[in-house]
C-alpha cells in the first residue's frame, strides 16, 4: 500500500485500454479472464491488466502469469483429419468460442480514488470487463511504487514463475513508460533488496532483467553486496 505517498484518482475506466475479457473466476490473490481468439492479439505474458467492475469505477490489478487454450471435441476431429482445410480452421477459431483462459496474479486495486499496492477488499466478480492497460499516464501512475513487486515474490511455491513473471514485466513497463530508466533502476533497487536473502532467485533474476534491457546507467553500482 503506498500509505502516505497515495496517489490521487486519474486512472482511466477503461476507454483507454483494450478489452480482452471477462472474469470468468476470481479469488483475492488473482482471477481467471476468458476470451476470444480474436481479442488474444494485444495481451501478452507479464503485461498489466485491470479488472473493472460494471457498477462502479474502481478497479484491480493484475498480471497476466500465464496464457491456457483448452480443446473441444471439433478440435480433437480436426486434429485427428489429414490437411484439414484452412477455412475450417479460420472458423473454428473466429466463429466458435474457444475455450481461452489467461491467469492473472493481483498487484494491487484502486478504490475511492486512491491507489493501493495491495490485496483488494474483495475480489472482481464473474464478467467484470478486463482491459489491458495501455495508457501511459496510467501504467506510469500504477508503477510509479515499487511495493507491489512484493505480491510477485510472494508468489513464490505458487504456479505463477516469478522470475519470468517480473522480467517480462519490467522489460514491458520500461518501454511503456518511454523507456523510463530511472524506473527501471528503481524496480532493481527493490528487488535486490526484497531478495537480498534469497541469493538463488535474486542472480537469476538480476541476469535475466540485464539481458532484458539495454544498459543502464549506473548499473555497475547496484550489484548486490552479500558481505
Partial sequence: ???ANDLPHTMSNGS??????????AGTIGFAVGCRVNQLSTPSFGCLVKAQPMDSEEGI???????????????????????????????????????????????GYEQDGVLHHGLPPRPPLNLDPVFLCLDQNEVTRFTEGTAYLRLILRAVDTPVPV????????????????????????????????LRTDYELLIPTLEAIGDALPPLPLAASLEPNFH
Avoid: C, K
Fill in 61 to 107: 490489478f493484475g498480471l497476466v502469469y500465464n496464457m491456457h487454450i483448452d480443446d473441444d471435441p471439433l478440435v480433437r476431429r480436426l486434429i485427428l483429419a489429414e490437411n484439414p482445410r484452412p477455412s475450417v480452421i479460420e472458423d473454428q477459431r473466429n466463429n466458435r468460442l474457444l475455450p481461452i483462459e489467461m491467469s492473472v496474479l493481483t498487484v
Fill in 163 to 194: 522470475d519470468q513473471l517480473l522480467v517480462a514485466h519490467v522489460q514491458q513497463t520500461y518501454e511503456r513508460r518511454g523507456q523510463d530508466a530511472a524506473w527501471a533502476l528503481r524496480v532493481v533497487r527493490t528487488i535486490i533488496d526484497l
Fill in 1 to 3: 500500500m503506498f500509505g
Fill in 16 to 25: 483507454n485500454g483494450d478489452e480482452i475479457g471477462r472474469v470468468l473466476r
